[in-house]
């Protein structure tokens, strides 16, 4: 499976940005899709997760406003950031994972950088 994150950049504390994670190579509406974001310094932690049926998790520090998607047919997942904050600052990474067949792949990331 390759994973291909985009729309990352630069915008300003209170700013929206739109992450889009294209995926091929593998069976898509089976594998749980999401987000992790890895700060200078830190370890990558989750950003938001969702499974085929919808259902989705999000970490406590984006929650009400970071929204994740995913697009079974176009094997896209996207993730809405809104009210961004410079503690956002990381380069975000695409994640794709099947309990089922054992898979756990990672793109290479995005960064987004939010200015104060």
């Known amino acids: 499976v390759q994973l291909q994150a985009s729309g990352g950049g630069v915008v300003q504390t209170g700013g929206s940005l739109t992450l889009t994670c294209a995926a091929s190579g593998g069976f898509f509406a089976m594998y749980r899709m999401g987000w992790y974001r890895q700060a200078p310094g830190k370890q990558r932690e989750l950003v938001a997760t969702?499974?085929?049926?919808?259902?989705?998790n999000y970490a406590d520090y984006v929650k009400g406003r970071f929204f994740i998607s995913r697009d079974n047919a176009a094997e896209t997942v996207h993730l809405q950031m809104n009210n961004l904050k410079p503690e956002d600052t990381a380069v975000y990474h695409c994640?794709?994972?099947?309990?089922?067949?054992?898979?756990?792949?990672w793109g290479k990331g995005t960064q987004v950088t939010v200015s104060s």
């Open positions: 969702i499974v085929t049926s919808g259902n989705t």
């Open positions: 994640n794709s994972n099947s309990a089922i067949l054992g898979q756990d792949y």
